[in-house]
């Protein structure tokens, strides 16, 4: 897999998490959110690492 295409991959589940989040936003909602963020920071370690700076 192209660090490109895991880049994508981890953003596009991260957004798809916090938008489920912010739509339940009670309980499960706020570890959705969680989880989106979490996965919004992996997908900037990948751009780190594919920018090598």
Known sequence: MN???AFLLVSLAGFAL??????LL???GWSLVAGG?????I??????GMTNG
């Open 3 to 5: 660090a490109f295409y």
């Open 18 to 23: 916090l938008c489920a989040g912010v739509w």
């Open 26 to 28: 009670a309980g499960l």
């Open 37 to 41: 963020a979490s996965l919004f920071c």
């Open 43 to 48: 997908a900037g370690f990948i751009r780190r």
